[in-house]
C-alpha cells in the first residue's frame, strides 16, 4: 500500500495533477471538503465548522476531553487507509503521514507570474482579482501548516517530490510521480501504458444527458463549429481563494462566440440553475450565454425533426 | 395531423407590413440591383409579395437547402444566377434558431456576393442561438409553432392566406 500527499498552490494545476493520478492509479482523492463537510459535522456544530474555516486556532481547541480538532481529523485520515490507498490533497497530509512508510510526499508548484497567468486565462479573471485570489490563498495555506500543525509550508524537507509546472505539464509531472511511485511501492499498479490511454479517451464526447448528444448532432447537421463544456467559469471562491461555485456551459459555439447551457429539469428545480446563469451574466458580461430550458429544448428538437421529415419526403 | 389554431397574423396586417418593408427596402437598395435570394419554399409567397411591391430594380433567385442522408444540411438546388459581386438580400419566412440562416449565409458569402443582407417575414427570437444581424423584420413573434402564407406543416397549409399558430 502506499499513500501520496500533495501539497500545492493555486494555480499550479495541482488538482489537475491530483484528479489524473486518481484516474490513472485508481485510488480516491481525499480533500479538505471530505473534512469539512462530513467529518467535522459529526463532533461540532454549524458554527464550530465555521470556526475551523475561518480560524485555524481552533484546531487546537478540544471537543472532547483533551481531544482535539487537529487530532480528530489526523485520525480520520488515517482511519481512510483501512479501505485502500489514497491521495490526500492539503490538509497537513505531508506533516500528518511525515513517517508513514510507502508515502510520497509531493509538492506542485509554479512561479506566481505563471500561476496568475494561468487564473487569468483559466478562470477569466481580471488581473486584480486573480492576484487576490492568489496571495489570499497562498497566505491561508501557509497560515494552516503553521498554525495547525507548527511548520513551514515551504520547507523543502516536507517533500519528496518537488514539481515546478511552469514547464512541465499535467501528463509529465504524473508521469514522473507514478515512475517514483512504482520505484518506491512495487504494489503500485501503474502501468506506463495507461497515460497514453487516458489521453487518448475523446472525454468531450462523453455526454451526461442523451439529449445533448442528440443537440449535438443537429448542431452538426448545420455545419456548427462546437465544443463540449470546454470552459469553467467560477462564480465563487472560497476563503483560501479556490472555486466553490462554478459552470460550465456544455456547448460552446465557436464562430459565434456563444455559450448554451441546456436543461432538462422541470421548472420548478430550475431556480437554482437560473440564478447561476445569472451569476455568470453579471460577472462575465463580455460573454454571449444561452440557457435553453426543456420547454425550449424539446420544442428545438421537434421542429428540426419536422423540417428533416419535411425535407426527406420531398 | 392537427389542425391550425387560432390567426397570429391575418392577411391585411401582412400585406401592409409587407408594404412598408418594401419602402425600406427601396431606399436602401436604390441604384443596386440587388438580388432577392428567397429560400424555398417557405418564402415564395413572402418574396412574390415583396416583389412586387418593391420599385428598386432588382431580380429574383432561388434556394433550396435540405439534410441529407447522413444529416447534414446541403444546398439541394442552387440559385441559377452568378452572385459574385452582386447585393444579396436574402428572404426567409421565419427566423429562429438562427442555424438553417447561418448557414445559408456562410454559402451566400462563398459565392462570392459583394454584401449580403437578410429580411425575415418572422422572427422568433427567444430560441436564437446563433446571433446573426437582420436587417429587416416584418414581425417579432412570439416561440410558437406557425403555419399558414408560406409555411407548412409536412408540407400542408401553406396557402393559408393568413399565419395561423399550430401545436404538433
Known amino acids: 500500500m502506499y499513500i501520496l500527499t500533495i501539497s500545492r498552490t493555486l494555480g499550479s494545476h495541482g488538482d489537475e495533477i491530483a484528479k489524473k493520478l486518481s484516474q490513472l492509479l485508481s485510488i480516491p482523492i481525499i480533500d479538505k471538503e471530505t473534512t469539512y463537510a462530513e467529518w467535522l459535522p459529526e463532533i461540532a456544530d454549524e458554527h464550530g465548522v465555521h470556526m475551523l474555516r475561518s480560524s485555524y486556532a481552533f484546531y487546537h481547541h478540544t471537543y472532547d476531553r483533551d481531544r482535539t480538532y487537529k487530532d480528530y481529523v489526523a485520525e480520520k485520515l488515517k482511519g481512510t487507509l483501512t479501505s485502500g490507498p489514497k491521495i490526500f490533497l492539503g490538509m497537513g497530509s505531508q506533516v500528518i503521514f511525515r513517517e508513514y512508510p510507502s508515502t510520497v510526499h509531493i509538492r506542485i508548484n509554479a512561479p506566481f507570474s505563471v500561476r496568475l497567468e494561468r487564473l487569468q486565462q483559466e478562470w477569466h479573471l481580471g488581473t486584480a482579482q486573480a492576484m487576490l485570489n492568489l496571495e489570499e490563498s497562498d497566505t491561508r495555506r501557509k497560515k494552516f501548516i503553521r498554525k495547525v500543525h507548527g511548520q513551514d509550508w515551504e520547507d523543502e524537507f516536507l517533500y519528496d517530490l518537488k514539481i515546478n509546472t511552469a514547464q512541465i505539464d499535467v501528463d509529465e509531472a504524473c508521469d514522473m510521480i507514478c515512475t517514483l511511485v512504482t520505484k518506491r511501492d512495487r504494489l503500485c499498479p501503474y502501468n506506463a501504458n495507461q497515460i497514453s490511454l487516458f489521453q ?7 455526454f451526461r444527458h442523451e439529449v445533448e448528444r442528440e443537440f449535438a448532432t443537429i448542431l452538426d447537421s448545420y455545419g456548427m463549429d462546437w465544443a463540449y463544456e470546454p470552459t469553467t467559469f467560477p462564480l465563487a471562491f472560497d476563503e483560501e481563494g479556490n472555486i466553490s461555485q462554478a459552470i460550465s456551459p456544455d456547448f460552446y459555439l465557436k464562430r459565434e462566440d456563444t455559450y448554451i447551457e441546456l436543461t432538462v429539469m422541470n421548472p420548478k428545480y430550475m431556480a437554482e440553475k437560473r440564478r447561476k446563469i445569472e451569476k455568470l451574466r453579471e460577472l462575465y458580461p463580455e460573454i454571449r450565454v444561452i440557457l435553453m430550458d426543456k420547454k425550449g429544448l424539446q420544442a ?3 421542429r428540426h425533426k419536422l423540417k428533416t421529415h419535411t425535407e426527406e419526403i420531398q | 395531423m392537427n389542425e391550425p389554431k387560432d390567426i397570429l397574423l391575418e392577411k391585411q396586417v401582412i400585406e401592409e407590413r409587407i408594404d412598408a418593408l418594401a419602402r425600406q427596402i427601396d431606399q436602401d437598395y436604390k441604384d443596386k440591383n440587388p438580388v432577392l435570394l428567397t429560400l424555398l419554399k417557405g418564402s415564395f409567397y413572402f418574396a412574390a409579395d415583396l416583389s412586387k411591391q418593391m420599385q428598386a430594380t432588382h431580380s429574383i433567385d432561388f434556394l433550396t437547402v435540405a439534410h441529407d442522408s447522413t ?4 444546398v439541394r438546388y442552387p440559385p441559377t444566377s452568378n452572385l459574385k459581386g452582386r447585393h444579396v438580400l436574402l428572404i426567409e419566412d421565419i427566423v429562429d434558431s438562427g442555424l438553417t440562416l447561418h448557414y445559408i449565409v456562410d454559402y451566400v458569402k462563398k459565392q462570392g456576393a459583394k ?15 446563433v446571433n446573426l444581424p437582420i436587417s429587416y423584420i416584418g414581425f417579432t413573434i412570439p416561440d410558437v409553432y406557425v403555419v399558414g402564407y408560406g409555411l407548412d406543416v409536412n408540407e400542408y397549409y401553406r396557402n393559408l392566406s393568413d399565419i395561423h399558430i399550430y401545436e404538433p
Not at chain 2, 71 to 74: C, N, P, V, W
Not at chain 2, 115 to 129: A, Y
Open chain 2, 115 to 129: 454584401s449580403v443582407t437578410v429580411c425575415t417575414l418572422l422572427d422568433n427570437p427567444v430560441r436564437r442561438l
Open chain 2, 71 to 74: 444529416g447534414m444540411l446541403k
Open chain 1, 300 to 302: 428545438f428538437i421537434e
Open chain 1, 200 to 206: 487518448s479517451e475523446p472525454s468531450r464526447y462523453e
